[in-house]
């Protein structure tokens, strides 16, 4: 293959040259309350060829292998017809490699049917929970082979195996229907999704109890995160802001976003990086062959660095930082983030809300979403702090900030950093990316609380 | 699909296969230039079978040999559930005019001129907007076949153009975008540059807002991005089946204004969620879902109706997995009063055009609570500028409950939902 790729390289006149093949094998098991609605199996084979002329991009995906040449040429010539001006790409050194995938206990070798008996066990101990309506569940794993080929004389196949595990228990009483939910996905662990009875019966039991629980009233609280809420958060409010990609084109936006700014106090240090080994967003290459690394993206408060492309780390002067992925062979690669995280502190849980009158503690996620500058989250679980006391349980919240003003309004941050590898990144159509982010508990004052 | 079906029937009882083969140009611009052309081909085949009575289903795109997907299929089959079903053997059907050949024939400099002279009239209008948008054509060909001798194919064309412009200033960003799609070309950039225009003119400077419950506008795109989703997950009938909708067991009973309707109609000519048959091979057709305020029906596909105890009504549906029941193209009837006009109506109030999160909040209950990332403030029957840092919290059976008005304005979103504008008696506000 390495020899077949290279010669369709070489016949080609471009400033760069990219060819991805990806093979992929997955399973998908869905529940809808009693019922095993779909067990199914899909097995997929397609590839892509991205090309850089003249600072134009042209980029063509097929499924066929035997589509390879003539993609190949069509790429090119789109490049060729977009480009006016110099290219600006970062320099790569060749890299010849294969990264087998890494597993603790594969979940394709596990059956299909201790999956189903595994999962049946969860329902019914959600179901079992008087009160439950219904209850949804979602499982999948993928085993992925992706060979990449460049004009940079690279050549590496990264085999990878995901999978991720979703639990929502609906309660239902006179009209009014609450939900909660548990995610969770791992870098090839199946056990990760095992013994998991405890967390099912609790989110059931959580479920039943807010039909009881009562809304906050929308406004201004000083909020505390729990580590897997503040993941989401420091993944909406500052890591799509240091996707370069956002910026490498903006004037304004590269004042803004200008190295050695102030973004929050002393004790943040907010970093992204597919270096830090084990979790979901862990890889050894991106998607355009640049090996991954560790990036202080905050550190003591300062904008210390962002995420790059070699074509944004090019345009700005600043070195490729690993980042750019595309979600599979129908997409070109694109900056993203990988494992994400505010680095811990040194604040005590009980220190942290001991002196809160009247607060919001919110715990997990349902969501998050950023348009750079604004940006929302919500919260999966809920409660009011009163006098420095976890107090009754409300539902869920929404949050809001934005990203000028949250991140100063943090002002304790916790010793207790836990990462959460539930969750999918979309961005620009390509959804869900595995990542992972995480951050031990924070307060931030003066929160934006949504509700009536 | 003949030789997956004759794999199949070797050792299954019945087998259904559906086939998508798709060809998209997408042109992207960035920062007010072009950037990148992509071609973008795909083959996929979803396989379902029925074995000893029971369901399995596998899918493939690329080069899987016919024989591995049958053998993937009858693994599953295992662990399927009962069939309760007979696959539809459709072989003729009432067409839907989705198709046309000018699509194919345009050509990437004109996409080209269409997406630089949207660019162009936005920039003149406002210095140091940024745009990034793309231009798309496509064809895609449905197929489906079933060995009890169904066959049925459609060809459908594609042609969509999306801009968004981001306008940094004083270090405060404002989005402001369209986009419109047709099985047509769109050749006449001036809607989208109009709309862009007129929200750039709307959110020129900031206006104040204090926490409260005020009148609220919601334009089509607030409709649309706010209104809807709780609607479609209501009346979708796995989740009435499952208990889990809110209006479960509220069907011939009036819940909403009696002015609103709402139906489900993938039989308009050149519409992109138009169809002549759902993914099952089941006619599509017209469902009114919500009439005078009434809830009238709700949508299935064949297993769900099947489970129900009621029948499929067309909207089985895939998007990467086996069908389940889901929209076509919702449209929510156009009323008699101008949005001028609500806005003259409103005394103190909040427009809401783009309501960011708006899906994170409990959607099974009815209720949305978002950041406003692009709305108005009205003051004395004018809007007097942009609000920010701002959320709207609601339940939308609360919201159409009683209505002010329904707008004249209707227009389509995405090609996928058509609406006008719907003014509120209130919503619930916090801002800082």
Same mark, same amino acid.
């Given at each position: 293959?390495?020899?077949?790729?290279?010669?369709?390289?070489?016949? $080609?006149?471009?400033?760069?040259?990219?060819?991805?093949?990806?093979?992929?094998?997955?399973?998908?098991?869905?529940?809808?309350?009693?019922?095993?609605?779909?067990?199914?199996?899909?097995?997929?084979?397609?590839?892509?060829?991205?090309? $850089?002329?003249?600072?134009?991009?042209?980029?063509?995906?097929?499924?066929?292998?035997?589509?390879?040449?003539?993609?190949?040429?069509?790429?090119?010539?789109?490049?060729?017809?977009?480009?006016?001006?110099?290219?600006?790409?970062?320099?790569?050194?060749?890299?010849?490699?294969?990264?087998?995938?890494?597993?603790?206990?594969?979940?394709?070798?596990?059956?299909?049917?201790?999956?189903?008996?595994?999962?049946?066990?969860?329902?019914?101990?959600?179901?079992? &929970?008087?009160?439950?309506? &219904?209850?949804?569940?979602?499982?999948?794993?993928?085993?992925?082979?992706?060979?990449?080929?460049?004009?940079?004389?690279?050549?590496?196949?990264?085999?990878?195996?995901?999978?991720?595990?979703?639990?929502?228990?609906?309660?239902?009483?006179?009209?009014? *229907?609450?939900?909660?939910?548990?995610?969770?996905?791992?870098?090839?662990?199946?056990?990760?999704?095992?013994?998991?009875?405890?967390?099912?019966?609790?989110?059931?039991?959580?479920?039943?109890?807010?039909?009881?629980?009562?809304?906050?009233?929308?406004?201004?609280?000083?909020?505390?995160?729990?580590?897997?809420?503040?993941?989401?958060? *420091?993944?909406?409010?500052?890591?799509?802001?240091?996707?370069?990609?956002?910026?490498?084109?903006?004037?304004?936006?590269?004042?803004?976003?200008?190295?050695?700014?102030?973004?929050?106090?002393?004790?943040?240090?907010?970093?992204?990086?597919?270096?830090?080994?084990?979790?979901?967003?862990?890889?050894?290459?991106?998607?355009?062959?640049?090996?991954?690394?560790? &990036?202080?993206?905050?550190?003591?408060?300062?904008?210390?660095?962002? $995420?790059?492309?070699?074509?944004?780390?090019?345009?700005?002067?600043?070195?490729?930082?690993?980042?750019?992925?595309?979600?599979?062979?129908?997409?070109?690669?694109?900056?993203?983030?990988?494992?994400?995280?505010?680095?811990?502190?040194?604040?005590?849980?009980?220190?942290?809300?001991?002196?809160?009158?009247?607060?919001?503690?919110?715990?997990?996620?349902?969501?998050?979403?950023?348009?750079?500058?604004?940006?929302?989250?919500?919260?999966?679980?809920?409660?009011?702090?009163?006098?420095?006391?976890?107090?009754?349980?409300?539902?869920?919240?929404?949050?809001?900030?934005?990203?000028?003003?949250?991140?100063?309004?943090?002002?304790?941050?916790?010793?207790? $950093?836990?990462?959460?590898?539930?969750?999918?990144?979309?961005?620009?159509?390509?959804?869900?990316?595995?990542?992972?982010?995480?951050?031990?508990?924070?307060?931030?004052?003066?929160?934006?609380?949504?509700?009536? | 699909?003949?030789?997956?079906?004759?794999?199949?029937? +070797?050792?299954?009882?019945?087998?259904?296969?559906?086939?998508?083969?798709?060809?998209?140009?997408?042109?992207?611009?960035?920062?007010?230039?072009?950037?990148?052309?992509?071609?973008?081909?795909?083959?996929?085949?979803?396989?379902?079978?029925?074995?000893?009575?029971?369901?399995?289903?596998?899918?493939?795109?690329?080069?899987?040999?016919?024989?591995?997907?049958?053998?993937?299929?009858?693994?599953?089959?295992?662990?399927?559930?009962?069939?309760?079903?007979?696959?539809?053997?459709?072989?003729?059907?009432?067409?839907?005019?989705?198709?046309?050949?000018?699509?194919?024939?345009?050509?990437?400099?004109?996409?080209?001129?269409?997406?630089?002279?949207?660019?162009?009239?936005?920039?003149?209008?406002?210095?140091?907007?940024?745009?990034?948008?793309?231009?798309?054509?496509?064809?895609?060909?449905?197929?489906?076949?079933?060995?009890?001798?169904?066959?049925?194919?459609?060809?459908?064309?594609?042609?969509?153009?999306?801009?968004?412009?981001?306008?940094?200033?004083?270090?405060?960003?404002?989005?402001?975008?369209?986009?419109?799609?047709?099985? +047509?070309?769109?050749?006449?950039?001036?809607?989208?540059?109009?709309?862009?225009? +007129?929200?750039?003119?709307?959110?020129?400077?900031?206006?104040?807002?204090?926490?409260?419950?005020?009148?609220?506008?919601?334009?089509?795109?607030?409709?649309?991005?706010?209104?809807?989703?709780?609607?479609?997950?209501?009346?979708?009938?796995?989740?009435?089946?499952?208990?889990?909708?809110?209006?479960?067991?509220?069907?011939?009973?009036?819940?909403?204004?009696?002015?609103?309707?709402?139906?489900?109609?993938?039989?308009?000519?050149?519409?992109?969620?138009?169809?002549?048959?759902?993914?099952?091979?089941?006619?599509?057709?017209?469902?009114?879902?919500?009439?005078?305020?009434?809830?009238?029906?709700?949508?299935?596909?064949?297993?769900?109706?099947?489970?129900?105890?009621?029948?499929?009504?067309?909207?089985?549906?895939?998007?990467?997995?086996?069908?389940?029941?889901?929209?076509?193209?919702?449209?929510?009837?156009?009323?008699?009063?101008?949005?001028?006009?609500?806005?003259?109506?409103?005394?103190?109030?909040?427009?809401?055009?783009?309501?960011?999160?708006?899906?994170?909040?409990?959607?099974?209950?009815?209720?949305?609570?978002?950041?406003?990332?692009?709305?108005?403030?009205?003051?004395?029957?004018?809007?007097?500028?942009?609000?920010?840092?701002?959320?709207?919290?609601?339940?939308?059976?609360?919201?159409?409950?009683?209505?002010?008005?329904?707008?004249?304005?209707?227009?389509?979103?995405?090609?996928?939902?058509?609406?006008?504008?719907?003014?509120?008696?209130?919503?619930?506000?916090?801002?800082?």
């Amino acid at each position: 293959m390495q020899d077949r790729l290279f010669s369709v390289i070489h016949g $080609l006149r471009a400033d760069y040259i990219e060819v991805r093949l990806d093979e992929s094998q997955s399973s998908r098991l869905v529940y809808r309350g009693e019922r095993l609605e779909e067990v199914g199996k899909t097995a997929s084979t397609g590839g892509c060829v991205r090309a $850089l002329v003249n600072g134009g991009w042209g980029f063509a995906s097929f499924n066929s292998v035997d589509r390879l040449v003539e993609s190949a040429a069509m790429a090119v010539e789109q490049a060729t017809h977009v480009g006016k001006v110099q290219s600006e790409f970062s320099p790569a050194r060749a890299v010849i490699d294969t990264v087998e995938a890494e597993y603790k206990k594969n979940p394709l070798e596990v059956p299909l049917s201790a999956k189903k008996s595994m999962l049946d066990e969860y329902n019914r101990i959600m179901l079992d &929970t008087p009160g439950i309506q &219904t209850t949804s569940i979602g499982y999948g794993d993928i085993r992925k082979k992706v060979t990449f080929a460049s004009s940079d004389g690279s050549y590496i196949e990264q085999s990878r195996i995901d999978l991720n595990l979703r639990l929502s228990a609906i309660a239902s009483r006179d009209g009014d *229907v609450q939900q909660v939910g548990l995610s969770i996905g791992s870098k090839g662990d199946f056990s990760a999704v095992e013994g998991l009875q405890g967390r099912a019966r609790g989110i059931a039991q959580r479920a039943v109890a807010l039909l009881s629980a009562p809304e906050v009233k929308g406004g201004t609280y000083t909020v505390v995160l729990d580590p897997v809420l503040a993941g989401v958060f *420091v993944h909406e409010a500052f890591g799509h802001l240091s996707e370069a990609d956002h910026i490498y084109e903006n004037p304004q936006m590269r004042d803004i976003m200008v190295l050695g700014r102030s973004f929050g106090g002393q004790h943040l240090n907010i970093v992204d990086g597919a270096a830090v080994p084990g979790l979901r967003g862990s890889y050894r290459y991106d998607d355009e062959g640049t090996p991954a690394s560790k &990036t202080y993206l905050i550190k003591e408060g300062v904008l210390n660095s962002r $995420l790059h492309s070699r074509e944004t780390a090019a345009k700005m002067g600043e070195k490729p930082t690993g980042n750019a992925r595309a979600i599979n062979y129908t997409y070109p690669p694109i900056v993203r983030m990988t494992n994400t995280y505010i680095e811990p502190g040194s604040t005590t849980f009980s220190e942290m809300i001991s002196g809160i009158r009247e607060g919001v503690y919110a715990r997990d996620w349902y969501g998050g979403t950023t348009s750079l500058e604004m940006f929302t989250f919500s919260a999966g679980e809920a409660y009011m702090i009163r006098d420095g006391k976890i107090a009754e349980m409300i539902r869920p919240v929404v949050l809001s900030g934005n990203v000028f003003t949250t991140l100063h309004n943090i002002d304790a941050i916790g010793n207790d $950093l836990d990462m959460n590898q539930g969750g999918g990144c979309g961005k620009a159509g390509q959804s869900p990316l595995p990542v992972s982010n995480g951050s031990p508990h924070i307060r931030i004052q003066n929160c934006l609380v949504g509700g009536k | 699909m003949e030789e997956i079906l004759d794999i199949a029937r +070797r050792s299954a009882e019945s087998a259904e296969v559906f086939r998508v083969t798709s060809i998209r140009t997408p042109v992207h611009f960035e920062a007010n230039r072009l950037k990148q052309i992509q071609t973008k081909e795909s083959v996929s085949v979803a396989l379902r079978l029925v074995k000893n009575g029971k369901m399995g289903f596998a899918q493939a795109s690329g080069n899987i040999p016919p024989a591995d997907l049958v053998s993937m299929a009858l693994e599953t089959s295992q662990f399927g559930y009962q069939a309760n079903f007979a696959f539809p053997s459709l072989r003729s059907f009432e067409q839907v005019d989705v198709f046309d050949p000018q699509v194919e024939h345009i050509g990437i400099d004109s996409m080209i001129s269409l997406g630089q002279a949207v660019i162009d009239a936005v920039c003149a209008n406002t210095a140091g907007i940024l745009c990034e948008g793309s231009i798309s054509r496509g064809t895609a060909t449905f197929e489906i076949a079933s060995t009890g001798g169904g066959h049925a194919s459609c060809k459908r064309t594609n042609f969509s153009v999306s801009m968004d412009g981001m306008l940094v200033r004083d270090g405060d960003i404002l989005y402001v975008g369209d986009i419109r799609s047709s099985c +047509r070309p769109i050749m006449d950039p001036s809607p989208v540059t109009g709309e862009i225009i +007129r929200q750039l003119d709307l959110a020129q400077r900031n206006a104040p807002i204090k926490s409260g419950t005020m009148p609220v506008i919601f334009t089509p795109f607030g409709v649309a991005g706010s209104l809807l989703a709780p609607l479609i997950s209501a009346f979708n009938g796995k989740t009435v089946l499952d208990g889990a909708s809110p209006i479960k067991d509220k069907k011939d009973m009036v819940i909403f204004d009696s002015r609103l309707f709402l139906t489900d109609d993938p039989t308009i000519p050149y519409q992109p969620g138009s169809t002549p048959f759902d993914d099952e091979g089941m006619p599509a057709r017209r469902n009114a879902l919500i009439d005078h305020g009434k809830v009238v029906q709700f949508y299935y596909d064949l297993h769900t109706a099947a489970l129900a105890g009621s029948s499929s009504t067309g909207n089985g549906s895939r998007s990467g997995g086996m069908p389940s029941p889901s929209v076509h193209a919702l449209v929510i009837e156009g009323g008699k009063v101008s949005q001028a006009d609500m806005i003259k109506d409103l005394k103190e109030g909040v427009i809401i055009e783009q309501l960011m999160g708006a899906e994170q909040g409990n959607i099974l209950n009815g209720d949305f609570s978002g950041n406003v990332l692009l709305g108005y403030k009205v003051d004395n029957g004018e809007i007097t500028g942009r609000v920010k840092d701002t959320m709207v919290s609601g339940n939308v059976y609360q919201l159409l409950k009683e209505v002010l008005a329904i707008g004249s304005d209707s227009r389509w979103i995405a090609g996928f939902v058509n609406t006008p504008s719907i003014y509120c008696p209130s919503i619930a506000v916090s801002a800082k």
